[in-house]
């Protein structure tokens, strides 16, 4: 499985973006995606999940704001950031196949690259 996260980018506070995350190898149309942001000396932390069948879970830091969903036809899913604020800055990831807490990223098999968002004040 490789994951290809995209769709960083730089926007003010209250700004919004759509980041991405396409897989290839395999379908992950049944398996739940994560993404994870992590900051400069700040440890990787997670921000939301979407399960195969559509549940969703997200940080209490994210939640009101940012939305998750998932397109099974081009196995791909989204995270839409609203509000963003300047504490959103990091880079971020996202992930599949975990054992264990979903909300542990050290229990993730399989990471995209990374793509950093930045909100200036």
């Known amino acids: 499985v490789q994951l290809q996260a995209s769709g960083g980018g730089m926007v003010g506070a209250g700004g919004s973006l759509r980041l991405s995350c396409a897989a290839s190898?395999?379908?992950?149309?049944?398996?739940?995606m994560a993404w994870f942001r992590q900051a400069p000396r700040k440890e990787r932390e997670f921000v939301a999940i979407?399960?195969?069948?559509?549940?969703?879970n997200y940080a209490d830091s994210v939640k009101g704001r940012f939305t998750i969903s998932r397109d099974n036809a081009k196995n791909t899913v989204y995270p839409q950031m609203n509000n963003l604020k300047p504490e959103d800055t990091a880079v971020y990831y996202c992930?599949?196949?975990?054992?264990?807490?979903?909300?542990?990223?050290?229990?993730?098999?399989?990471w995209g690259q990374g793509t950093q968002v930045t909100v200036s004040s």
């Open positions: 190898g395999r379908s992950l149309s049944s398996d739940s």
């Open positions: 979407i399960r195969g069948g559509g549940t969703t």
């Open positions: 992930a599949t196949r975990f054992l264990g807490t979903y909300y542990s990223a050290p229990n993730y098999n399989y």
